[in-house]
């Protein structure tokens, strides 16, 4: 009966996360569970064929980003992509994780003959066919990519994909660090901490059980862009925060969430594949890892002032009280204004960006 019900409830997906676990001796780090549960091919979340983006839940999706919330988002983003082509001499865009290409028609709406080419990656190959539809009026000048090129030149922008890499968990328990990892345990998945020489990068202060997470992959993906990029600038936008405040002592219970139908739960290792999983930016980290492979920080600040820097007010007071009261959500400090957070590079000498041009907070990185 038991294994009947075992059976029932297991999934392609599970059972490749089984077969990793029992290759990998029972126990597997939290970041490669994540990567199966987001990515694996064609059944992790991201890689199948749920609809994922959209505004309510009656659509089928389970969470809206700012370029589905509103064009006005992508419209104030492209002031500041256009003085980043113009500074930098160059004519293309990269967008890292387009979903569902909301973002990317805006961005080519607004940019017209200023972008030659416009270069999707993602790990995502069942988005690609979403945003060839989405994309079809400009399909002249798009082009998908599975991995990065040896040389990019041109302005990088990646909105909500640092939240989408795996992270590690670390957990003081005892005053001893552990790090925690996945079981299989009857019919479902369980937790397991394991001794760890691994730390986070500040001291968190106290002796009290503590669990967070490190992002040696979101730092190895900015190392690698840093390390190509060999001329332009790179933007990317996310909910974070710097390390100080991320590794806080009251912040104990970590930032994985998970993400369906529009609500948000703690849960990562039950519905695997039909949700979401994400974890809060260390924007320092991110910093740190662009800085020691050779990019400048152009600035750094909220969604909200950056925003507001780019002059989304005066296009708000164009558009209609519907699009105006969603614009209002991207930069209400309680909505999005204020937990996202914008960092800008440059690949090559730095120059003043008019996002970051009043309430830079690079200081606090
Ligand atoms: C939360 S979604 C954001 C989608 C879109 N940018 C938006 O704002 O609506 C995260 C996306 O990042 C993609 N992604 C995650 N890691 C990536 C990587 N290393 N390279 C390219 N895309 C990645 C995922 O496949 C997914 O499409």
């Not at 500041?80 to 961005?107: C, M, N, P």
Request: glycine content about 10%; charged content about 20%; overall charge negative.
């Amino acid at each position: 009966m038991n294994q009947e019900h075992g059976a029932e409830r297991a999934t392609p997906l599970t059972r490749i996360i089984d077969a990793t676990l029992q290759r990998a001796g029972g126990w597997l780090p939290f970041d490669r569970f994540m990567a199966l549960a987001l990515y694996a091919p064609g059944l992790g979340y991201y890689a199948n064929a749920s609809r994922k983006f959209g505004h309510m839940p009656s659509t089928g999706s389970d969470f809206v980003t700012a370029p589905e919330l509103t064009p006005l988002f992508g419209r104030a983003l492209a002031v500041q992509l256009a003085e980043a082509l113009a500074k930098t001499g160059t004519d293309e865009l990269w967008e890292f994780g387009a979903g569902s290409g909301a973002l990317a028609l805006q961005l080519l709406d607004a940019l017209g003959e200023r972008v030659a080419r416009y270069r999707i990656v993602d790990l995502s190959g069942s988005l690609r066919e979403r945003q060839q539809q989405a994309l079809a009026a400009h399909a002249g000048k798009v082009e998908w990519l599975a991995e990065l090129p040896a040389e990019m030149r041109g302005v990088v922008i990646g909105n909500e994909v640092l939240d989408a890499m795996p992270v590690q968990l670390l957990a003081r328990s005892g005053g001893a660090w552990v790090e925690r990892g996945v079981v299989r345990s009857g019919e479902g998945f369980a937790w397991e901490d394991r001794p760890t020489e691994l730390r986070p990068p500040v001291e968190v202060e106290g002796a009290h059980d503590y669990l967070t997470e490190i992002h040696p992959q979101a730092r190895a993906f900015v190392a690698t862009l840093a390390d190509r990029l060999k001329a332009g600038a790179a933007f990317f936008i996310d909910y974070g925060f710097p390390e100080a405040e991320y590794y806080h002592p009251q912040r104990h219970m970590g930032t994985v969430m998970c993400h369906r139908g529009h609500e948000a739960d703690g849960d990562p290792l039950a519905d695997v594949g039909a949700k979401d999983i994400t974890a809060h930016v260390d924007f320092t980290g991110v910093a740190l890892a662009g800085q020691e492979a050779g990019l400048e920080v152009l600035g750094y600040t909220s969604q909200a002032r950056f925003l507001l820097n780019a002059g989304i007010l005066p296009m708000m007071e164009q558009a209609t009280l519907a699009e105006r009261t969603l614009a209002a959500r991207l930069i209400h400090e309680h909505e999005m204004g204020e937990l996202f957070k914008v960092i800008g590079f440059a690949a090559g000498a730095p120059w003043e960006a008019l996002g970051f041009a009043e309430g830079d907070r690079s200081h606090t990185l």
